[in-house]
């Protein structure tokens, strides 16, 4: 089982910043491939970016590439996402989810990760 908490979601003018953080705690033994995805009312989720927890690969969403960065904070075994340059169309729940699919890390498809965080929104005013 793994246990995903995220924070660090608030509100946020356009072109500022927010760091969302998932706490994670694992019972599985081997590599985790960990992800973050975003969700509007009404839309599918999104997957944004996406990490192997043994630092072996990354995988970011064209929507948010060069502007949010994924990385994990071992000491505090977080996953973090920074995300700069928020536009609006950045507003949205944003999750964390994870699986153990390391081979293929990529956030394409929701139901290939079974655990979940439950959510932190991110809200971006113009």
């Known amino acids: 089982q793994v246990q995903l908490v995220e924070s660090g979601g608030g509100s946020v003018q356009a072109g500022g910043s927010l760091k969302l953080s998932c706490a994670a705690s694992s019972g599985i033994i081997g590599r985790l491939c960990m992800t973050w995805f975003r969700q509007v009312p009404g839309k599918d989720r999104e997957g944004l970016a996406a990490l192997v927890d043994d630092g072996t690969s990354t995988y970011y969403h064209d929507s948010v590439k060069g502007r949010f960065t994924i990385s994990q904070d071992n000491a505090k075994r977080t996953l973090d996402l920074q995300m700069n340059s928020l536009k609006p169309e950045d507003t949205a729940m944003y999750f964390c989810?994870?699986?153990?699919?390391?081979?293929?890390?990529?956030?394409?498809?929701?139901?290939?990760?079974?655990?979940w965080g439950r959510g932190t929104q991110v809200t971006v005013s113009s």
């Open positions: 989810a994870a699986s153990t699919r390391a081979w293929f890390c990529r956030p394409t498809i929701p139901a290939d990760f079974p655990f």
